[in-house]
């Protein structure tokens, strides 16, 4: 049992636009950044979102992260084929003195 | 461009242990510390500790204290992960990645090393 708490599994059509929730608690997200990571199939992760809303370069202006209380959300708009992936919420947990993440949201693009 | 290149797959016994290692390229080795994570087969991610290089201290999750070590070799820009004991749960996808020296809390993950599977058969 993770955490932090996602949805298993999205989908979205071409061009559509989609959210993945994170839900966690005053340890974690509620005290700390939140970070998003991108896994396609049979690759590593790779960083998407850090510090709540911040890009790093490289990644499309169609990744955007928002963050509110406990909670947190990444949203991709104009969906592609290409982003069909696992997507892992992460915060730093004072509690645990540990990083923890989601269990991971699998995207499928229809 | 900055990469990590991590050792190759292992097999391993019950009850064996297991090194990894993880050779950072294009940067300064000493001025990022490293993350260790593992990924259970169809599983999430799992973070296990964090190595910094320039000074050795380390820190680990308290799941995996007294069975994981990690430890560094500056000189060839390399950080190692041994998990001893090792349990059928232990098979995993193991990932070096990159952070900051700042505290664990204000680091981040970048970039990831290709990963290393560990399998735990008899």
């Known amino acids: 049992q993770s955490v932090l708490t996602q949805p298993p599994s999205e989908s979205g059509t071409p061009g559509q636009r989609v959210t993945i929730s994170c839900s966690g608690s005053?340890?974690?997200?509620?005290?700390?950044?939140v970070y998003w990571y991108q896994q396609l199939p049979g690759t590593a992760p790779k960083l998407l979102i850090y510090?709540?809303?911040q890009r790093p370069s490289g990644v499309p202006d169609r990744f955007s992260g928002s963050k509110s209380g406990t909670s947190a959300s990444l949203a991709i708009s104009g969906l592609r084929s290409e982003d069909e992936a696992d997507y892992y919420c992460a915060a730093w947990d004072d509690s645990l003195r540990a990083w923890v993440f989601g269990g991971g949201t699998k995207l499928t693009v229809l | 461009q900055v990469q990590l290149v991590q050792s190759g797959a292992e097999v391993k016994k019950p009850g064996a242990s297991v090194k990894v290692s993880c050779r950072a390229s294009e940067y300064t080795f000493s001025d990022y510390c490293i993350h260790w994570v593992r990924q259970a087969p169809g599983q999430g991610l799992e973070w296990m500790g964090w190595i910094n290089p320039k000074s050795g201290g380390r820190d680990y999750a308290q799941k995996f204290q007294g069975r994981v070590t990690m430890t560094r070799d500056t000189s060839i820009s390399t950080a190692y992960m041994e998990v001893s004991r090792l349990r059928y749960d232990d098979t995993a996808m193991y990932y070096c990645?990159?952070?900051?020296?700042?505290?664990?809390?204000?680091?981040?993950?970048?970039?990831w090393g290709q990963g290393t599977l560990v399998t735990v058969s008899s």
């Open positions: 005053s340890p974690n997200i509620g005290s700390n950044y």
């Open positions: 990645a990159r952070g900051t020296l700042r505290p664990p809390k204000y680091n981040w993950f970048d970039p």
């Open positions: 510090r709540n809303d």
